[in-house]
């Protein structure tokens, strides 16, 4: 049975995708099955492994109808590492407007997922920055959120906003809950920063994992050459970052 898991927060820019994709693939390098599904119309989990937005078959199509197939693609990195990614494309906010007047809209995705829960050992789901439908269906189906969040003041609003989410969607899915909140492109140097380090890590406690990814130019290159960190030259600091995050990761889910 897999450990479903969404990276959410409705404020973009926060690492979202970043941490979908490296939590992802050190999960795979440690040999688990990981199947990865990009659950925003802007498609950017996709294209962080290679993949074209274009696709004809997406996850759009998928949500569009309960009969069609969840399309998986299996990449194998450089690095010999293995993950499956259910790719988005454009068509996905069309399709997200669509459901709106559609009985059981928040269920679709759950519905997909169950057929697979056999297949794999971890599905990460990548969500949009919103906390609209898109991102209700990828709680409904998860057993847990991982929340990637900026050490920025204006950041603690969204965390207390989506808590907000998390409990109205408690009704259609009792079991979940929040699996660790993980400070992203986080620079020490900054007063500001270290200050909010101290006041989430006081607000929330052991919910806020231990491992904080650093601002990483590195990082960000892997993604925009479509590769994961494992695959990328001069990212060994970045490697064993998100392999300490990993590891908090199994221990809690």
Do not use: C
């Not at 004809?56 to 010999?80: F, H, M, Q, W, Y």
């Not at 007063?191 to 590195?218: H, Y």
Request: negative net charge; proline residues 3%.
């Amino acid at each position: 049975m897999a450990s479903i898991i969404a990276i959410a927060n409705q404020k973009g820019g926060v690492g979202k995708t970043t941490t979908t994709a490296n939590l992802g693939t050190g999960l795979a390098r440690r040999g688990f099955r990981v199947l990865l599904v990009d659950l925003d119309p802007q498609a950017n989990l996709t294209a962080a492994f290679g993949l074209e937005r274009g696709l004809e078959e997406s996850i759009a199509t998928s949500l569009a109808s309960r009969k069609a197939s969840v399309p998986i693609l299996r990449i194998e990195d450089s690095a010999g590492i293995t993950v499956d990614v259910v790719p988005s494309s454009l068509d996905l906010a069309a399709v997200e407007s669509a459901l709106v007047n559609k009985l059981g809209r928040e269920m679709r995705l759950r519905e997909h997922l169950r057929r697979l829960d056999d297949q794999y050992d971890y599905m990460l789901i990548d969500t949009p920055p919103s906390l609209g439908l898109l991102t209700i269906n990828a709680m409904v189906a998860a057993d847990w959120v991982v929340v990637p969040t900026e050490a920025r003041f204006f950041s603690m609003q969204g965390l207390d906003m989506l808590k907000e989410s998390i409990n109205e969607v408690l009704y259609m899915n009792p079991k979940l809950r929040i699996l660790g909140i993980v400070l992203s492109k986080y620079d020490r140097r900054l007063r500001e920063e270290t200050t909010v380090n101290e006041f989430l890590r006081s607000t929330w406690g052991d919910r806020v994992f231990e491992t904080e990814v650093p601002t990483n130019s590195k990082i960000l290159e892997a993604s925009s050459a479509g590769v994961s960190i494992y695959a990328y030259k001069g990212t060994q600091k970045a490697m064993k970052i998100y392999e300490d995050l990993v590891e908090e990761v199994v221990a809690r889910a």
